[in-house]
């Protein structure tokens, strides 16, 4: 498939995931989510890069949400809308973000300005969240009178910032500014805009350094313990882990990995 509305570019065994749309301030429309579940589809099967970093383009923000004329035009197209329509037209937003955060690489957001909706989506479902200085975080859905729990919000955000205050942003949909997003743990770091990509870029090619069964295993434990394991079957999973990475040491497989 050829891209429009996201560009991937590699530098070395980093892969540079950028969404282009900026006059939109890379909105999401109908064509951008069948572009990227093509491109994290075929992520699942890249043995060459081993680290993501997603950013937006353009200075106006990182991702605005939804395309809303789009889904407008959407709608025009088919007058007549089913339910199983507007169903089948969820899923396949909803498998956008399945496919970006089941992908074995680890993904680094970049994060400035706005990031509305699903760009807000972007950035909790993304394993590590940088942001510069301006940027602006909010669960928008319930403002258009939609529910605020899309696009797996339900799932992450209160694992990240907690139940209360994850329970604030949903409900209200109110914006969280960089500082405080940084305060309640949505983002890892701030940055002033012109060095956030800098900073992106060093941190993913720090990861893209170690071994890449290494990156893949620990993604894979974090993921499995996210999803509930008790501590006994969290350790468990970490011994498989290290046991296989153990015995790739010792035999001089894990060389070869690096390479």
């Known amino acids: 498939m050829n891209y429009e509305t996201i560009q991937f570019d590699v530098d ?3 892969g540079i995931l950028t969404l282009n749309r900026p006059a939109m301030i890379n909105a999401i429309n109908r064509q951008m ?5 093509d491109f994290w589809q075929k992520r699942h099967e890249d043995y060459e890069v081993r680290v993501i970093l997603l950013k937006g383009n353009g200075e106006r923000g990182f991702c605005s949400g939804l395309d809303l004329k789009d889904i407008q035009a959407m709608y025009a197209e088919s007058p007549v809308t089913t339910a199983s329509g507007t169903y089948h037209f ?3 937003l909803s498998l956008m973000f399945r496919l970006m955060r089941s992908a074995p690489q680890p993904v680094i957001a970049a994060v400035h300005g706005a990031a509305i909706g699903g760009g807000l989506s972007f950035a909790y479902t993304s394993d590590i969240c940088l942001a510069s200085n301006d ?3 909010r669960a928008q859905f319930i403002n258009l009178g ?7 919000t339900s799932y992450f955000l209160w694992r990240i910032v907690g139940l209360r205050r994850a329970a604030e942003m949903l409900l209200t949909g109110e914006k969280v500014m ?3 997003a940084l305060r309640i743990g949505l983002v890892n770091h701030l940055y002033p805009k012109e060095e956030l990509f800098p900073a992106a870029l060093k941190m993913a090619k720090t990861m893209a350094s170690k071994s890449q069964l290494a990156l893949q295993i620990t993604k894979g434990a974090l993921n499995m313990a996210l999803n509930g394991l008790n501590y006994e079957d ?3 999973v970490e011994d498989r882990g290290q046991a296989l ?8 497989i894990n060389t070869a990995i690096q390479k």
């Open 12 to 14: 070395g065994n980093v």
């Open 33 to 37: 989510t069948d572009e990227l579940v």
């Open 90 to 92: 969820q899923r396949r």
């Open 135 to 137: 940027a602006i975080f």
């Open 146 to 152: 939609a529910g605020g729990a899309d696009m797996g």
């Open 178 to 180: 960089a500082d405080e």
């Open 234 to 236: 969290a350790v468990r």
């Open 245 to 252: 990475l153990g015995l790739a040491m010792t035999s001089g």
